[in-house]
């Protein structure tokens, strides 16, 4: 599968009152072309970092140091502000785990879609621009468009909002879709509409899924393949039924052990849930060794010697860690 994105050795570091932190350390990894990958990891983990790194949608504090972010042969890191614009909401589209906080509630839903188009086709007649604004309202799932477009953001609910977002997103056929913690703010019945809508979508307009999120129960109905993020760093990527079959890193088999519905996967012999000890610890990049150290049950003195590098203990299943769960 040819690859369609590829990030080598990003850096990113965040500045505050008391220094420079690293979010990201060194992380590699590709996307192939019609792929639906997970990048999965608590909060604090850095997934979200590097989901809008790929779009240089990053805080001003945000310091991007080595690396680069390969889409079609051209470094999106190293682009001009005018260069990633054409990019942004075309090529490659996101959408925000927060809806409400990315509409504004000034303009109707069915403006903000069409200034969307507009923005990459500013010469589009106004019929045209009607059609697909309707048009694509009813792929999201949005019933009775024609009224519909009318209404402002806080008129609707918050699945409405998310799949206008999605609406948003797909309105300009891009190849990927970055989705950023998509279901985190609706009920289960509507998480499940949603990821059904996202995996109609791939289909429909062959994208390529960037799935952000800490839920692995979501990301196992829509993925092929998992990045599992930690500290700032991959710990662990592999295909979705060799992660839930047999993870290599502790910190994923702790992921796993914590999600009800997926206990029977995840565990041939399902027990007690089983929560991970400790939170993620802050300023990760001052510290020695693995960074998952003070929450790991299979840790010994040998994993404070050094941060491991992120090994292949089998094909296309590398874990960073120096005692894998083989």
Known sequence: MANLLEARDVTVSYLSSDGSHTALDRVSFSLGKGESVGLVGESGS??????LSILRLLPQNAVYGAGSILYDGKDLLSMDEKSISRVRGKDISIVFQDPLA????????????????RAHRPGIGKAELGTIVISIMEAAGLAGAESLQHRYPHELSGGMRQRVMIAIALVN????????????????TIQAQIIDLLKRAK?????TILLITHDLGVAYELVDRFIIMYGGVIVEQGHREEIFAKPY????KALLMAIPELMDIAVHNPHRLS?????V???YDKYRGCRFYDRC?????????????LTEYSPGHPARCIHPLL
């Open 297 to 309: 049950s299979y840790r010994t003195p040998e994993c404070l010697d050094k941060d491991p590098d």
């Open 281 to 283: 610890r802050p300023h």
């Open 102 to 117: 990315s509409l504004d509630p000034l303009f109707t839903v069915g403006y903000q879609i069409a200034e969307t188009v």
């Open 249 to 252: 890193h502790p910190y994923t």
């Open 173 to 188: 056929n891009p190849v990927l879709l970055i989705a950023d913690e998509p279901t985190t703010a609706l009920d289960v």
């Open 46 to 51: 850095g997934k979200t970092t590097l989901g």
């Open 203 to 207: 289909q429909q307009y062959s994208l």
């Open 275 to 279: 929560a991970i000890p400790g939170a």
